[in-house]
């Protein structure tokens, strides 16, 4: 069964502030996603990555496959981004399900 | 084009009782998969129809269930209501392992 970990759990910040949020797994996988879970619930599905770095705006995603570990960046942090991402991996081979999501880190970006 | 919908968007229930929730997929896209997200638990993959075929399934009893209209439509059913199903259930659509785009999730409470 694959194991996914993030930290941290809890992040602030203050604006303008470089962010990155950790994402280790315990199985080798095919490819990787980051989720952005704002508090009305709604999920947005920010990158999905196999390998090397993806960039949107002021997101980055990066994987390293061999260590099996992921990190998101937020560069110049706004209060905008106050969400909870989410990382999630496919099962391990012979498991059920299409997903298995890591718990989550709140970020809070003060003004 | 238009988003993923979900209907309803709040659900008050008691035990016991029996639920059944919509999910209307972006059009054009053929799979939809149903997620049950709890603060304890997270979020967990319940199942995924694709071309009115359930293709994959998670570790949930059998009172959860789904099905697939050939219009893509799908719907997901709760029988005999425990408190513990208590969540927030979001669907999303679009190919697995490809980005999958989630609608705003219904709200559910047993009582």
């Known amino acids: 069964k694959n194991e996914v970990e993030q930290s941290p759990q809890n992040l602030t910040a203050q604006e303008g502030e470089f962010i990155t949020i950790n994402c280790s797994y315990s199985?080798?996988?095919?490819?990787l996603h980051w989720l952005q879970q704002h508090p009305g619930g709604g999920i947005v599905s920010l990158f999905m990555?196999?390998?090397g770095k993806k960039k949107h705006g002021r997101l980055i995603a990066t994987i390293n496959i061999q260590e099996k570990h992921s990190s998101l960046h937020i560069t110049a942090s706004h209060p905008r981004d106050s969400a909870v991402y989410i990382c999630?991996?496919?099962?391990?081979?012979?498991?059920?399900?299409?997903?298995?999501f890591g718990k989550g880190t709140k970020l809070s970006v003060k003004p | 084009k238009a988003g993923v919908t979900q209907t309803p968007r709040y659900l008050i229930k008691t035990r016991g009782q029996q639920v059944t929730l919509s999910c209307s997929p972006i059009s054009g896209h053929r799979s939809v998969s149903w997620y049950q997200q709890t603060p304890g638990q997270g979020l967990q993959f319940l199942f995924e129809?694709?071309?009115?075929?359930?293709?994959n399934k998670g570790n949930f009893p059998g009172r959860f269930s789904g099905r697939q209209f050939s219009n893509s439509r799908s719907e997901m059913n709760v029988s005999t209501l425990e408190l513990g199903d208590s969540a927030l259930y979001l669907c999303?659509?679009?190919?697995?392992?490809?980005?999958?785009?989630f609608g705003p999730g219904t709200r559910l409470l047993v009582l």
């Open positions: 999303a659509s679009g190919h697995y392992p490809e980005t999958q785009y």
């Open positions: 129809y694709f071309s009115e075929t359930q293709r």
């Open positions: 199985v080798g996988i095919s490819a």
């Open positions: 990555l196999s390998s």
């Open positions: 999630a991996v496919p099962p391990s081979r012979g498991s059920q399900g299409n997903l298995i």
